[in-house]
C-alpha cells in the first residue's frame, strides 16, 4: 500500500485530487534486459555509435564522461537494444535501480546491462525518474533487488514496482519543475569547472614564472633561487596514536582524516606527504593535528610561505622518487634531496595569499551546489507521495 492519504505535501496550486498508485508494467509498451550476452564489443573512435554501460547511469543522470562508442556493425546487430528518446534505464546489476531517462544527445545509442523501458502516452518518464530519486521510490526499487555482495534486479521484476501517478498534465509540470532545478545545477557546476580548470592554468603560469607578481612599487621580485628541500622545511614522522582516547585532534593518513584524539603532534599547519603506500598526494595539514607513522609532516623554515609551500609540493613528480620495488615508498633523505626553484618570501606570499582567495571562490562555488541540491532533495520529498 502507498501512503493513507494519496496527495503530496506540497503541490501546485491547480491540481487536487488524490494521486493514483500505478505498476510500471502497465505504463511501458516494454520492459526488457538490454543484453548483448558474451559478445565482445567492437570499440571505436567517437565516429560510431555511443554505447551506454552501467557505470554511465548514476543519480537520475547519464555520465557523458565516460562514454565509449561501437562500430555501425556491431550496433546493427544488437538493434534491439537501439535507445530512443523518453526511454527510461535502469541499472541490473552492482548500483542496482539507478535510473536515467534518455535525451536527444543519446537517440539511437547502443546499451548493455542496462533495463530498457519504453513508455506509454500515459507516462512521462522524467517524472518518474524523480520519483525514483525519492526516498519512498527507492524503497519501491531495493523491494525487488536482491543479491548479497552485488546487487541485481530483472527486467521481470523491474515490471512489478509501484509508484504513485497524478495526471499526465500535473506529471509533466512536476518534471519540468526538477528538470529547471536541474539546469541551474548544471550551470553552476560548469561555473565550478571553469574556477578550477582556471586554477590549474594558474598553477602551471605561476610555477613555471610565465606570470610572476610585482612588489607593491610595480617592480619585479629577485629572480627564484634553486634550492634543496633541506634548506627550507624539516620532515618529521608520524606516529601510532592508538595509545590516545578519542578527542577533538585530527589524525591523518596517505588517505586523507581517519579519526580524532585528545591529543596531538604538531600544533602549527603543515605538509603532509605519504613514507610509504600513497606518496604523490601532499596534503594542507591545519594544525593542530596527529599523523600516523605512514605519514611524514614538513614544517617551513623560517622565510617560507606555508601556503606556497603546499602549491610547491604538488608540482613534484614524486612518484619518480619511489625508493621500492613494492609498496611505493620515500625516505627523510630522499625528501630533503629534491631541488625546487623558490621566489623570495614576499612573492611566496602573493603566490600563497593569491590561491588561498581562488580557493575561497571554489569553495563558495561548492557550497552553492550543495545547497542547491540539498533544496532539490527537499522538494522532491514533498512533492510526491
Known amino acids: 500500500m502507498m501512503s493513507k492519504q494519496n496527495v503530496p505535501e506540497l503541490r501546485f496550486p491547480e491540481f487536487s485530487g488524490e494521486w493514483k498508485e500505478a505498476v510500471t508494467e502497465e505504463h511501458f509498451t516494454s520492459i526488457r534486459n538490454g543484453f548483448v550476452g558474451t559478445a565482445t564489443p567492437f570499440y571505436t573512435n567517437s565516429s560510431g555509435v555511443k554505447y551506454l554501460q552501467s557505470n554511465n547511469i548514476k543519480n537520475g543522470q547519464i555520465n557523458n564522461k565516460q562514454i565509449v562508442y561501437v562500430t555501425r556493425e556491431f550496433h546493427e546487430k544488437y538493434i534491439k537494444n537501439e535507445l530512443r528518446v523518453n526511454d527510461m534505464l535502469m541499472v541490473q546489476s552492482g548500483h542496482a535501480g539507478e535510473t536515467a531517462i534518455v535525451n536527444k544527445e543519446y537517440e539511437g545509442a547502443n546499451c548493455h546491462a542496462l533495463i530498457v523501458m519504453k513508455p ?60 529547471q532545478i536541474d539546469r541551474l545545477i548544471e550551470l553552476e557546476e560548469k561555473k565550478l569547472e571553469l574556477l578550477e580548470e582556471q586554477k590549474k592554468g594558474y598553477v602551471q603560469k605561476i610555477f613555471s614564472q610565465e606570470l610572476r607578481f610585482k612588489d607593491e612599487n610595480g617592480n619585479d621580485y629577485p629572480e627564484w633561487e634553486e634550492k634543496s628541500f633541506s634548506e627550507i622545511l624539516e620532515v618529521m614522522s608520524g606516529k ?121 571562490m571554489i569553495n563558495l562555488q561548492n557550497e552553492k551546489i550543495v545547497k542547491l541540491n540539498k533544496e532539490k532533495q527537499g522538494l522532491l520529498q514533498k512533492m510526491f507521495v
Open 120 to 179: 506509454k502516452d500515459t507516462l512521462d518518464t522524467h517524472y518518474l525518474n524523480y520519483y525514483f530519486q525519492t526516498y519512498n521510490g527507492r524503497k519501491e526499487i531495493y523491494k525487488l533487488i536482491t543479491g548479497n555482495t552485488i546487487k541485481h534486479i530483472l527486467a521481470s521484476d523491474a515490471k512489478k514496482i509501484k509508484f504513485p501517478l497524478p495526471s499526465l498534465k500535473e506529471q509533466r509540470k512536476i518534471s519540468n519543475f526538477f528538470r
Open 240 to 360: 601510532d596514536y592508538k595509545h590516545l582516547n578519542k578527542g577533538e585532534y585530527p589524525v591523518y593518513g596517505t588517505g586523507g582524516y581517519m579519526t580524532s584524539v585528545d591529543n596531538f603532534l604538531y600544533k602549527q599547519d603543515a605538509i603532509g606527504i605519504g613514507r610509504k603506500g600513497t606518496i604523490d598526494k601532499p596534503q594542507y595539514l591545519k594544525g593542530p593535528f596527529w599523523t600516523v607513522d605512514t605519514l611524514f609532516y614538513c614544517i617551513p623554515q623560517n622565510r617560507i610561505d606555508i601556503s606556497f609551500l603546499y602549491y610547491l609540493f604538488n608540482q613534484i613528480n614524486w612518484k619518480k622518487f619511489d625508493e621500492s620495488t613494492g609498496v611505493p615508498s620515500l625516505s627523510k633523505n630522499t625528501i630533503y634531496k629534491v631541488k625546487v626553484k623558490t621566489p623570495c618570501f614576499k612573492e611566496q606570499q602573493r603566490i600563497g595569499d593569491f590561491f588561498v582567495r581562488f580557493n575561497k
